[in-house]
């Protein structure tokens, strides 16, 4: 025989198994945002998958969500995998700029992140030190901050040397819409932004509700 149980939220009222479902499925989803917001997280963008000692032009790049790309002229992008003669090396894949492009960056299908730091190389072992003008905007195009890299010349490609630096930002290049980063001749790899959500924080929340959904019908057949 089944009862009759009511449950009282605030101002709702709710009878039944019904309530018991509305009150199991509210906790839930709760918890799946809270999780959601605790899950901000970091990622890295590493340009990978290039074969070594291979180097492609291409006109536009994408990895996680951030895609990069010139908007403002002919020259384009390379990806340049490790082991490539006159090239920097790091022993992975990386993202490299011609000279005179622009590289613009940005994440339409994630919110505004913050930049933390990326690596930076010259572009080839002749082309001298690396000099970047990078802008980051936000909201209605307003400058959140610019900063300009310089690198310190050393590329003995496959040599002993360490080719790329790593550059971290301050504080102020937070909720960033889109980046640009002038100057060209340059090599860009494991680019970090962060105040991202991480991809685990949306299966939080089905296995809530998937949690929910077995218990309530683990509880059904006891009534
Ligand atoms: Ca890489
Ligand atoms: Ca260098």
Known sequence: MKTTKVFRSGALTFTGHYGARLIGLGVFVLLGFAMDCLAQGTMQLRFDGQP?????AIWNYSESGVEFWNPYGPENLAR???GVT???DNGTAYLQV???ATLRFQAPSLPP???VSLDLAEYTTTSGPARVHLVAYSFMAA???TIDFTTDGINDSTGPLVDFETFTFDTRFQNVLWVEMTGGLFSLDNLVISGVPEPSSGGLILVGVFSWLG???VRRMRL
Request: charged letters at 10%; zero cysteines.
């Open 113 to 115: 992140f913050n930049l």
């Open 86 to 88: 006159t090239m920097p």
């Open 143 to 145: 400058v959140v901050g």
């Open 215 to 217: 218990w309530s019908r």
């Open 52 to 56: 070594a000692g291979t180097r492609i």
């Open 80 to 82: 340049v995998g490790s």
């Open 98 to 100: 011609s000279q005179g």
